[in-house]
């Protein structure tokens, strides 16, 4: 049951792919106002995504982001100068069953270890979109041996969808009290620390700045976001998000090629209650 627009949000939880920016990875003129009308009305403002520090950069000076960054989905969290507040890695054992699963699956796959990025096939799907999009390049390697110990994320990568989502339901199987494994994108299956999802980001947050999660906003459009929409007080799904996202959500808006975050900022957040319109 979709739930009304709480009377007071103290702050968004944006994810940046497919909702702060556009599919191009832009960032329009109308969302960084959207978020500048947020500084102005005191309602605080963060981001989490499934991109590594580094890749988030980018956006902190034209977002005059103040609040802890969730790199890694939550697998890392850092100030806006990158220095790190609090990381949790998997298991060696886990990052290496998880480097196997995928590969049997038939998905390409990366491991981030802190602010560095491993592939062992450079010309890879997505290696160079990665690459243009947190702006700089993988370490191109053999082999993972000795990278494990401390991964704070194993990516599968394949523009075969059904077999990432198929991937996603053997790692979820596989690793239900160990790690958590979701899609960040149809083409990304990420396996993470079990404590680093966007559900335990709303709870970092609520920790940290000490704002109830009642009085929180989440807006995503992948599946990994609706573990976010069940912790936060009020969930935004984008247009461009699947079924099963839009129906865990409380209302929808527009997609990341049309508005669809500055327009959620404001309609639902700035603007009068009128999540049920």
């Not at 940046?16 to 556009?22: A, E, F, S, Y």
């Not at 580094?54 to 969290?77: E, K």
């Not at 077999?163 to 396996?191: G, K, N």
Request: glycine share 8%.
């Amino acid at each position: 049951m979709r739930r009304a627009r709480p009377a007071r949000i103290s702050l968004l939880l944006a994810d940046v792919d497919g909702t702060l920016v556009t599919h191009d990875k832009v960032l329009t003129e109308r969302a960084r106002a959207a978020v500048h009308r947020l500084h102005e009305q005191g309602i605080r403002f963060a981001i989490t995504s499934g991109r590594p520090p580094r890749g988030m950069v980018m956006l902190t000076d034209p977002l005059r982001i103040d609040t802890a960054i969730a790199a890694f989905n939550g697998g890392i969290f850092v100030e806006p100068d990158l220095t790190v507040i609090d990381s949790h890695a998997l298991p060696p054992k886990v990052s290496e069953t998880a480097v196997r699963l995928v590969a049997e699956h038939g998905l390409d796959v990366w491991v981030y270890r802190g602010n560095e990025w491993f592939v062992r096939n450079p010309d890879g799907p997505h290696v160079a979109r990665e690459q243009w999009t947190v702006k700089f390049p993988p370490t191109v390697i053999n082999d993972f041996t000795g990278l494990l110990d401390q991964a704070v994320k194993i990516v599968g990568v394949s523009d075969d969808h059904d077999l990432v989502r198929r991937c996603e339901a053997a790692a979820q199987d596989r690793f239900a009290r160990l790690a958590s494994a979701a899609r960040s994108q149809p083409y990304y299956l990420d396996i993470t620390h079990l404590s680093a999802n966007k559900g335990g980001v709303v709870d970092y947050l609520s920790r940290h700045l000490g704002i109830a999660a009642s009085e929180i906003a989440t807006i995503g459009d992948m599946p990994n976001d609706i573990l976010m929409f069940h912790k936060s007080g009020f969930a935004i799904a984008m247009g461009n998000g699947g079924p099963e996202v839009q129906e865990a959500a409380d209302a929808v808006t527009a997609s990341c090629d049309d508005e669809g975050f500055a327009k959620a900022v404001e309609q639902f957040i700035l603007g009068p209650d009128r999540a049920d319109a």
